[in-house]
């Protein structure tokens, strides 16, 4: 996955809206690339705040397990090449 198919796919991802291996692909991003995770992050506040709900439609477990990997990453210091 690039970075370009990774924000081409972001709003439709924090909507929930992707299943099964593209889902599997972004988190994969997410995972390896901090610039694509400082993104996610700003875009999910951004609709959260445009929706004005503070109520995303993300599972709470898919929330845990997103939240649990940037965690990780973070402390890794991980940059991806893409
Ligand atoms: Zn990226």
Redesign the pocket.
Same mark, same amino acid.
């Given at each position: 996955m690039t970075?370009d198919q990774?924000q081409k796919n972001l709003s439709e991802f924090i909507d929930g809206e992707l299943l099964g291996s593209l889902r599997a692909e972004m988190v994969d991003?997410l995972d390896a #690339?901090e610039? #694509?995770r400082v993104l996610f992050v700003t875009t999910q506040k951004t609709i959260e705040l445009s929706r004005g709900q503070g109520k995303p439609k993300l599972s709470q477990a898919f929330q845990t397990e997103l939240t649990e990997k940037v965690k990780r990453a973070y402390r890794l210091g991980n940059r #991806?090449e893409?």
């Open positions: 970075h990774f991003h #690339c610039d #694509c #991806c893409g």
